[in-house]
């Protein structure tokens, strides 16, 4: 890997966090491989398509709120895992769980989302 996994994560963070547009499109293109696999608790995506989808999706569901890293990033060979936080600054999360990475020549290929406490219904 020639990305330091921060710069990786970092920028996988803010696609996350940008709002439907070209900026998020670009940085969803440089970060993902074009076949990149998302596995959420109730569904999968794939794609760059998939990506945009599950990001807005997210975004629909609980919006107004970011994803931030909340704990060390550990890596394991091509596995990339860390824990994160979704909420509003400044207030306790809405929610927190932890992204499970698969990255190849600095790409992501692999995204596994686990959720340890969600978000209460909106």
Partial sequence: MKEPLESIVAAHLSAWNLPAGAE???VV???YSADVFVGEPDTAYHGHSGMTEAISGLQAQIPGTAISRSG????VQDLVTYSWDLGVGGQPPMASGRDVLIVREDKITSLYVLIDAPAESQ
């Fill in 29 to 31: 293109a440089d970060v």
């Fill in 72 to 75: 060390p990033i550990q890596a």
């Fill in 24 to 26: 998020r499109d670009k």
